[in-house]
């Protein structure tokens, strides 16, 4: 039988590549630019495993595309709009990494709070010796309010996790839940309002690109915290960065950011941040299940003609 061809264009986790190479023929490029590649052996392929971007025009130049795999939850990269004209599945890898994220979020959100990160450099370099006990934190988690932006697969977890810290739990979605005990808000600007602290954890879309604005931190209050590990289209971030030095808000905590991987060095030098790499799925147990669910989910499209978890927008009806 004929082996399907996958495009991977770009790096991905080396599990993809090592779960398909046996069941398929691989075709790697450096990116998304398919110059090097002739007529024959693009109108090969069939599918698509990437992580990171796969935009209109590669599926354009790939007449015979079915499916494509798209590593990590969030597929912003991916023009799922034009994968669904053309009748190409598009599947991500939700859930897997719900536990590793929420953890993330938590310890994101206690060290923004209570500057372990500062008081651990504060150790090493001696100075608890010289100088004496790391200065107070002016912040505390006890008794905050805490909103999440996004109550979905992942915005749970992080709730569940917040509950034993006996913080009020606030949360703003379109669609109110019904399965759920926290205090819902029709809008972001409410939710700031009611809260001290912001965790936002949404997909990047027209509608929250620039959502965490102004208006939003100013709300938050001086004694606000914002926490993202959504993703960094969501923040306004020159508008958080004047509110992290004027002191609009009190702190703010980063998992993701605008033009990754850059950050603007204004952040960089600020005191009241916690700034990660874009790490809250990245434990070596949760990545490879990332992989093998991406891997999972081309090699049941092409041996059982069914994706297992493919995106809303291309929806598989069987
Ligand atoms: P999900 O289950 O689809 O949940 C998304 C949540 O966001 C839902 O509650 C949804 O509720 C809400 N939402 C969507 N658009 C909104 C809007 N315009 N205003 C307010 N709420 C909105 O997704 P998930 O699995 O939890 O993942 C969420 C996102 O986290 C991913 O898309 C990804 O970008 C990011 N992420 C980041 C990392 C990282 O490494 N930092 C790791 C994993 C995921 P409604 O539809 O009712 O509005
Ligand atoms: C990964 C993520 O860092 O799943 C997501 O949406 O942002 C992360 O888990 C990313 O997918 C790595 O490419």
Not at 70 to 94: I, L, N, Q
Not at 196 to 207: F, G, R
Not at 240 to 268: H, M, N, Y
Request: net charge negative; glycine share 8%; charged share 20%.
């Amino acid at each position: 039988m004929t082996k399907p061809v996958i495009l991977i264009p770009g790096r991905i986790h080396p599990r993809v590549t090592g779960r398909l190479c046996e069941r398929c023929e691989l075709v790697e490029i450096a990116s998304v630019d398919t110059s090097e590649l002739d007529a024959e052996t693009l109108s090969r392929v069939r599918g698509g495993a990437v992580s990171g971007r796969f935009p209109a025009s590669l599926m354009a130049a790939l007449p015979n595309l079915e499916v494509i795999g798209s590593f990590g939850v969030g597929y912003d990269g991916v023009d799922v709009a034009e994968a669904a004209r053309r009748g190409v599945f598009v599947t991500h890898t939700p859930d897997v990494l719900n536990d590793e994220v929420a953890d993330t979020a938590l310890a994101l959100l206690l060290n923004t709070v209570r500057r372990f990160h500062f008081a651990e450099t504060y150790l090493r370099e001696g100075r608890w010796e010289s100088e004496g006990a790391f200065p107070l934190s002016p912040l505390s988690l006890k008794g905050q309010r805490v909103g999440i932006h996004g109550l979905g697969r992942i915005g749970l977890e992080i709730a569940s996790r917040l509950v034993p810290f006996k913080v009020e739990i606030h949360y703003h979605t379109r669609t109110p839940r019904a399965d759920v005990p926290y205090t819902y808000h029709e809008s972001l600007l409410a939710l700031a309002t009611a809260v001290d602290t912001l965790i936002s954890i949404v997909p990047s879309t027209p509608q929250t690109a620039g959502a965490i604005d102004a208006g939003v931190l100013k709300a938050l209050g001086p004694k606000g915290v914002l926490i993202n590990v959504g993703r960094g289209s969501t923040v306004d971030e020159p508008a958080l960065i004047a509110a992290l030095k004027d002191g609009t808000i009190a702190a703010a905590g980063l998992d993701v950011f605008a033009d990754e991987p850059r950050v603007p060095k204004a952040l960089l030098d600020l005191p009241n941040v916690s700034l990660l790499p874009h790490v809250a799925s990245a434990s070596v147990p949760t990545r490879d299940a990332m992989a093998d669910l991406v891997a999972d989910n081309i090699l049941s499209w092409f041996e059982e003609g069914r994706p297992l978890t493919p995106v809303p927008e291309t929806p598989f009806k069987g």
